[in-house]
């Protein structure tokens, strides 16, 4: 149990596009989703913590008007990177956390590269 | 302010040999979690260890064990007899309450590479 799911895996878009990518929770009721960003040889930093029906609480650094979160169901958050750059080429994870419950579920991670 | 430090970057050894990965710690909560991780290639993590600030008791599964010890603020991660497939990226993370409460703020990593 206590699957999530990311889609797509890789995606290539070129500059000034936006993309957006999905994650899902598919066994359980994501009351709370996390996504995080990787750059290479990096470490997860935190980007936003989304609540279902709530708007998404971003983190220091991270624009809000480029990383639009929405979480719209139980099951299902996303991130669109708006007007995307090189810069923004970077792997993408996102986690799910059920209610009540102190585990996240990572998904597979979404590698993104903008040319 | 939570942190962690991971102050191994990589580590290299021979297969078989025995490998510690360090990870220490900072918070000002009483009550928080903490995590260990290995990433491998394929980017997808995967889970190994949830330990929470009540429980010092020292774990072991099959060949890994994690040491806890709150007077250094450290939980360390040890595999016995390694093997090539542990070659990963191993990350540690601290989950505290306050405010930051469900907020995973990871280590550095630490690239382990186990050579045949």
């Known amino acids: 149990g206590a699957v999530v799911s990311q889609h797509p895996s890789w995606v290539i878009c070129k500059s000034g596009t936006s993309v957006k990518i999905e994650c899902r929770s598919l066994d359980f009721q994501a009351t709370t989703m996390f996504w995080y960003r990787q750059f290479p040889k990096q470490s997860l930093m935190l980007m936003a913590t989304s609540n279902e029906g709530s708007k998404a609480t971003y983190e220091q650094g991270v624009e809000k008007d480029k990383f639009l979160i929405n979480h719209a169901s139980l099951t299902l958050s996303t991130l669109t990177v708006t007007s995307a750059h090189p810069e923004d080429s970077s792997f993408y994870i996102c986690?799910?956390?059920?209610?009540?419950?102190?585990?996240?579920?990572f998904g597979p991670g979404t590698r993104l590269t903008v040319t | 302010a939570q942190k962690v430090t991971q102050a191994q970057t990589e580590i290299s050894v021979v297969e078989k040999e025995d490998v510690t990965l360090d990870c220490v710690y900072e918070t000002r909560d009483t009550t928080y979690y903490l995590f260990w991780y290995k990433q491998p290639p394929s980017g997808e993590l995967v889970f190994l260890i949830r330990r929470n600030s009540f429980d010092e008791q020292n774990e072991i599964s099959g060949r890994y064990s994690w040491n806890f010890q709150k007077s250094t603020s450290s939980f360390n991660f040890t595999i016995t007899a390694s093997q090539v497939v542990d070659s990963a990226v191993y990350f540690c993370a601290l989950n505290a309450g306050g405010t930051s409460y469900g907020k995973l703020t990871f280590g550095q990593g630490t690239i382990l590479t186990v050579h045949p």
């Open positions: 986690s799910a956390r059920g209610r009540g419950r102190g585990e996240q579920y």
